[in-house]
DNA sequence: AACATGTGTCAGTAAATTCTTACATGTGTC
DNA sequence: GACACATGTAAGAATTTACTGACACATGTT
């Protein structure tokens, strides 16, 4: 099996964007990070990040999990998600047949 | 060698939207086609056609060829090129990292 | 000459994204 | 209590992208 026109649109524009690959790529070299640190990392405001992460992880593209660190603050650590996704004609080709007529536009 | 951030971002660009999808899909299906033509087989304007044939052969996912037709004719015939791009956590780590500075946004 | 079909482009609008600023909340420390 | 650091979110501005409609031009046919 392969995946969706809808799923597929949604990676794609998910990873359509030089912050958010630089935030995958630099989640990809720490392992994991929290929003602010990772914030601080990319050089980019938290809100802005916090807004990219979330188009991330809709995509699947990156997981996140709450955790509390040993002086009692809550973390929200992100880490990259293991995909592999051959980008081909082909792949277009079955793709489109399944695009939801909501990507009409 | 791999594939630079640039263009990377300007494929995943490109191809992340539903008419530039179905007009890869149908493309490639019907082998080549020309502008008006491929107009009405997507059913989309012409002049909106233009424009994301544009951005998909500014990414290199489109050639073009313009031909004279037995009745004279001019036809822009486009078909897909081959490429395959392995979509993978560590192809985003080794293309940020040749990501230019006008990507900083 | 008028029509049908092909090409491209430009101006203006509509819509979707992106980004900033500010707010609200919580916990441990000085 | 004030500070430092963490979380999230919401409103508005700024920017970009997408789209339509009209124009200009060329060729063969009626």
Redesign the pocket.
């Known amino acids: 099996m392969s995946i969706s026109g809808d799923d597929l649109l949604t990676m794609l524009?998910a990873l359509?964007?030089?912050?958010?690959l630089r935030i995958m790529a630099t989640l990809k070299a720490e392992g994991r990070s929290?929003?602010?640190?990772?914030?601080?990392q990319v050089g980019?405001?938290?809100?802005?990040l916090?807004?990219?992460?979330?188009?991330l992880e809709e995509a699947g593209l990156v997981t996140?999990q709450?955790e509390l660190?040993p002086?009692?603050?809550?973390?929200?650590?992100f880490a990259v998600a293991d995909f592999a996704v051959e980008l081909t004609p082909d792949l277009l080709v079955q793709a489109a047949a399944t695009l939801s007529a909501k990507s009409e536009?």
Chains 1, 2 share one sequence.
């Open positions: 524009s359509a964007s030089p912050h958010r929290y929003v602010s640190q990772l914030a601080r980019i405001s938290r809100p802005l916090h807004l990219h992460l979330q188009k996140s709450m660190s002086d009692g603050k809550a973390l929200n650590f536009s």
